[in-house]
Each structure stands twice: as C-alpha cells, then as structure tokens.
C-alpha cells in the first residue's frame, strides 16, 4: 500500500473539503437577491413589485439543484475517503482540482439561472459537472490502482461507487449534445439526474454488508 507523505493528514484534507462544500454551498443562496423596491409606492405598485420575485424562479430553481447535487457529491467524497485510511500527494492534488471545479459551481449556477435557455449557460454548467465527476473518478480509479484501501471489503465498496459516477458523466455530457438541439432537453436531463444519483447508491455509505 502506498504510504502517506510526510506533512499529509488526512483528516484535514477532509476538514478542508467539508469547509469548501459549506462555502459552495452558502455562496449559492447568498447569490440570490430579492427584488429592491424604492420610493414612495403605493399598495398595488408594491404588489407588483413583489409578483415580479416570479422571474427569480429559473434563478432558484437551478440554485436549488446545484445545491442538491453538491450534497450527493458532498456525501459520495465522504463514503470514497471512508475506505482510504491514508493519502499520499497524488491524491491530495486530485482533491484539490477536484474542489477546484467544486469551487466553480456556484458561477456556472448563476450563469445557468439568469440564461436558462441559452446554450452557452446550459454547456458551461454541463462541462463544470462533467469536470467534478470525471476528476472524482479519476480519484477512485487512482486509489484502487494503487491499492490505498484499507481492506477487501473497502476494495470492493470503493469499486461500486466508480458506476455512479462513470455514469454521471455520460448524463452530462448527454445535457450538453441535447443544447444542440433544444436546450429545454439539457435542462430537464439535468433535473434527471437527481434521480440516477439517487437510484446508483451515491447516498450509500461504505458500511460493511
């Protein structure tokens, strides 16, 4: 088993991880803004100024999964260093690009709510995903090679939960085809894949059977 380097702790990668996932995620509601009314109004222009928080809801809408993926990613990156008892430098490298494109979530949300039809916004939030997912795998791909597991039962818990996320790159990468053909496609697929995380077992934890 490849050892730990010196100066390496694991658990303050994991601190420093649940600290980016915490800012991510609170940059995310922090970024939605109610609409400012000003003036002397009167009761119906206040109405109606208050109906227009209606145009916010592509807005809260792509907030509100982007805050549900990042905790299916949150919860997965738990159950991967659940079976790896230590890290080496390589690993902690590939945690960090990997909180790198965590750390993008929030403008490619943005982007993706203020234009939820253009194709542009639709294929910066799909590759921003595909990034997360493709260096998470790539995490667990090197992890297994190199044999940093703790035992055969974390071998094999840690082998599952590659699918999942094999396959959340396909979905991706499937959204951002679709914006070349009607964007309302992508956004839908990306609202599918919710469910694909759910069902693949990425709420799982890397308990003993």
């Known amino acids: 088993m490849t050892q730990q380097g010196p100066g390496i702790s694991k658990g303050r990668i994991e601190s420093l991880t649940d600290g980016i996932f915490a800012t991510v995620m ?7 803004s109610v609409p ?3 003036g002397s109004l009167t009761s119906a222009q206040v109405n109606r100024g208050i109906s227009s928080i209606e145009g916010l809801f592509p807005t809260m809408l792509s907030h509100l999964l982007s805050f549900l993926i990042l905790s299916v990613m949150w919860w997965g990156h738990h159950g991967i260093f659940d079976c ?4 080496n430098r390589h690993l902690v490298w590939l945690n960090m690009v990997y909180l790198l494109c965590v750390g993008f979530i929030p403008f490619s949300t943005a982007l993706l709510g203020r234009y939820p039809l253009t194709q542009v916004a639709v294929i910066m939030y799909g590759l921003n995903m ?7 795998e790539f995490f667990v791909y090197y992890s297994v090679r190199e044999k940093m597991i703790a035992a055969e039962d974390g071998f094999k818990a840690i082998t599952k939960r590659v699918s999942p996320w094999t396959g959340g790159i396909f979905v991706y990468i499937l959204a951002v085809i679709f914006s070349f ?3 309302r496609i ?6 599918l894949s919710l469910i694909y995380y759910g ?4 709420f799982r934890t890397s308990e003993k059977k």
């Open 26 to 32: 609170t940059v995310l509601v922090l970024s939605l």
């Open 36 to 38: 400012v009314l000003t």
């Open 84 to 87: 790896i008892p230590k890290l």
């Open 130 to 136: 595909i990034a997360c997912s493709g260096i998470i």
């Open 181 to 183: 053909i009607d964007t």
């Open 186 to 191: 992508s956004i839908a697929i990306y609202l």
């Open 199 to 202: 069902a693949s077992g990425s």
